[in-house]
């Protein structure tokens, strides 16, 4: 697999976030919640977050259709 600098220095930074003990690790958790993200967006799922201040903001991904 090939990353570029800002690539590999972002799985750098989930890696010492997630306190994962292998880059391997991070990418297979990636690859699991982006397969949940994408199979729920597909079927029609919508996401949400709540911002600091308690306002729900409505999150788009990918923009995929069914």
Do not use: H, P, Q, W
Request: overall charge negative; hydrophobic content about 40%; charged content about 35%.
């Amino acid at each position: 697999m090939d990353l570029n600098d800002r690539d590999f220095d972002r799985l750098n930074k989930l890696k010492e976030i997630s306190e994962a003990g292998s880059y391997t690790e991070v990418l297979k958790d990636a690859l699991r919640l982006y397969e949940f993200i994408i199979t729920k967006d597909v079927s029609g799922s919508k996401f949400y977050v709540e911002e600091g201040n308690g306002e729900m903001v409505r999150l788009e991904f990918f923009g995929l259709k069914a």
